[in-house]
């Protein structure tokens, strides 16, 4: 069974207190990792999609990384409006399901 | 252009009720996810559709539990004889394909269904 763990479920950080957010993920077989924002009472925003060991990504403050047993979200000099649930999910390669599986988030808050 | 749309927003039911939620995928986008979103759970995947198929039910909690595409953009998720249990926010998404590169799912803002 396809699992993701997230970690730490919530982290509050300063304004400009860089960190990262970690995902572990054990499926069958990966065909993508991808990384998503919620923000309270809307849907994911999609971030990322990483689809190999040692692939990174970057947009802005946030840089993701990927390994064979993991996936960071690395946070530079963050501000308030960054603060929400970062999610990381899974597409598996086996299976005829297209879903993704999804981790349970880490809720971040920026104090400034 | 226009993401992905839901409605209801919201929607409140007496237990019993059936319920109909409908999701308006991107244009173009030829596969179509829903999700569900309990308090304190990650989301967890349902059905997906590639065109107007379903290939696998199997994500479905219950047979009180459907969904259907037609003409390969709108779907309708059914459930019936709604439980407490069956309260949460349920959400749907759409890629460009359902293989390769393409499958990111865009989200929609989802409808929060309360069971009383």
């Known amino acids: 069974e396809d699992q993701v763990t997230q970690s730490p479920e919530a982290l509050r950080l300063q304004e400009g207190e860089s960190s990262s957010l970690n995902c572990s993920y054990t499926v069958s077989g990966l065909r993508g990792l991808f990384w998503y924002r919620q923000d309270p009472g809307k849907g994911p925003e999609f971030l990322f999609t990483?689809?190999?060991a040692g692939e990174e990504k970057e947009k802005e403050r946030l840089k993701a990384t990927l390994t064979k047993k993991e996936s960071f979200l690395h946070i530079t000099a963050p501000k308030p409006e960054d603060s929400a649930t970062y999610l990381c999910?899974?597409?598996?390669?086996?299976?005829?399901?297209?879903?993704?599986?999804f981790g349970k988030g880490t809720h971040l808050i920026i104090q400034p | 252009g226009a993401g992905v749309s839901q409605s209801p927003s919201n929607k409140v039911t007496e237990k019993g009720k059936d319920v109909e939620l409908r999701c308006d995928p991107i244009s173009g986008h030829t596969a179509l996810y829903w999700y569900r979103q309990s308090l304190g759970q990650g989301l967890e995947f349902l059905i997906y559709f590639q065109g107007n198929s379903a290939p696998d039910k199997s994500g479905l909690p219950s047979d009180r539990f459907s969904a259907e595409r037609t003409g390969g953009s709108v779907s309708t998720l059914t459930i019936q004889r709604t439980q407490q249990e069956d309260s949460a926010v349920y959400l749907c998404?759409?890629?460009?394909?359902?293989?390769?590169?393409?499958?990111?799912?865009?989200f929609g803002p989802g409808t929060r269904l309360t069971v009383t």
């Open positions: 990483l689809y190999s």
């Open positions: 999910a899974v597409l598996a390669s086996g299976g005829g399901a297209d879903g993704l599986t």
């Open positions: 998404a759409s890629s460009l394909t359902s293989g390769g590169a393409g499958y990111e799912q865009y």
